[in-house]
């Protein structure tokens, strides 16, 4: 697939044939699986202290003829808080008494990570590549690596107007979009991922633009290719980041 490399002044500057990653079919059940499993690492682990609702004087005793037993008192048998002169306080521990413990705390041990196979993730990593360079979606987005040279944000907002990305980034933070306070569609809140060939100044400078998302074709996730898991969006890449994505595939992996 031949594409036009525009210069960030705008005008095309030239042309490409892009790898074959951008050809894979597209599969958009494998893609949103793939991203589930990027977002149930996300998940914060919830428990409990284990000494939690326990940190109390109150004892059980539960032999006949033991001291502070509360046998033949009239009281049901519960533990209860260690007073002076051998009394007993108020019920503690169990799970019915006040400040007692939970019944069916949450345990860290559950199983949050969903996790997904190497190679379907690579899979969905490609699918996800090849839809922004789809037809149906979006035209594929290249851009000359002289962008990875530009150092500060009013630059770099210049060159996506000239790119004529200003009204889709405008669009995707306002929050009156589509008549409605805030936009149904929340996870294209920003509208555009630009992907750099390696770290440079020109990625921090397109990061700090609202509705701009941008990183290093490395570190490219489905996540962000896809947002939500819906294929499609706006991409743009630079020369050196759309050259090297195919070998980067076989690289990246979540869960590691």
């Not at 108020?90 to 196979?117: C, D, F, Q, W, Y």
């Amino acid at each position: 697939m031949a594409v036009n490399i525009y210069g960030i002044d705008g005008s095309v500057k030239g042309s490409m044939e892009l790898s074959e990653v951008f050809s894979t079919p597209l599969r958009p059940e494998v893609i949103r699986r793939a991203v589930i499993s990027e977002d149930s690492y996300k998940l914060q682990p919830q428990a409990h202290s284990v000494l939690a609702g326990m940190q109390t004087s109150a004892r059980y005793y539960g032999r006949v003829h033991s001291f502070r037993s509360g046998r033949h008192m009239g009281r049901a048998i519960r533990p209860r808080e260690k007073l002076g002169g051998g009394a007993q306080g108020k019920v503690r521990r169990i799970p019915s008494s006040t400040k007692g413990r939970r019944a069916h705390p949450h345990m860290v041990g559950k199983i949050l990570v969903e996790r997904i196979n190497k190679k379907e993730y690579q899979i969905a990593l490609a699918s996800a590549i090849a839809a922004t360079a789809s037809k149906k979606s979006t035209a594929p987005l290249v851009v000359s690596n002289a962008i990875e040279a530009v150092k500060k944000t009013k630059e770099m907002m210049q060159i996506f107007d000239k790119l004529k990305f200003s009204a889709q980034i405008a669009q995707s933070h306002d929050p009156k979009m589509g008549g409605k306070r805030y936009s149904v569609r929340r996870h294209f809140r920003s509208a555009l991922l630009f992907v750099a060939g390696k770290e440079c100044d020109a990625i921090k400078a397109a990061r700090n633009i609202p509705g701009v998302d941008a990183c290093v074709v490395t570190n490219i996730t489905v996540g962000k290719l896809a947002p939500g898991g819906s294929p499609g969006r706006l991409t743009l890449w630079s020369e050196d980041a759309a050259k090297s994505v195919e070998k980067s595939i076989a690289k990246i992996y979540p869960h590691k």
